[in-house]
């Protein structure tokens, strides 16, 4: 079992950045990639980011694409969303999630067994 904790949302200003942090405990190296969503309330959950744990292989959704980056610190069993140039569209509830799976990819959340409770992000105009 792997357990995940987010942190670092909040409320800024368009044009704001923000850091979020996905602190994994457990069994952490049955991970293949943990990837980031969000939801937006009345909207679907959507995948932002995912990086692949070995390979450090990143992918981005293309309206995030040049704005945010995920990135991983492996002494601190920790996954990093860095966002940047924050638009009002970009508020949701983001969660992390990792995944066992070799096919995991943030477009198909099943994929993706473990998730954080989440962390609010509000980016207003």
């Known amino acids: 079992q792997v357990q995940l904790v987010e942190s670092g949302g909040g409320s800024v200003q368009t044009g704001g950045s923000l850091r979020l942090s996905c602190a994994a405990s457990?069994?952490?190296?049955?991970?293949?990639?943990v990837g980031w969503f969000r939801q937006a309330p009345g909207k679907e959950r959507e995948g932002v980011a995912q990086?692949?744990?070995?390979?450090?292989?990143?992918y981005y959704r293309a309206s995030v694409t040049g704005r945010f980056t995920i990135s991983q610190d492996n002494a601190k069993n920790t996954v990093y969303l860095q966002m940047n140039s924050l638009k009002p569209e970009d508020t949701a509830m983001y969660y992390c999630a990792a995944s066992t799976d070799p096919r995991c990819f943030v477009g198909s959340t099943q994929l993706f067994g473990h998730w954080g409770q989440g962390t609010q992000v509000t980016v207003s105009s």
């Open positions: 457990g069994n952490t190296y049955s991970s293949n990639c």
């Open positions: 990086i692949y744990s070995r390979s450090r292989t990143t």
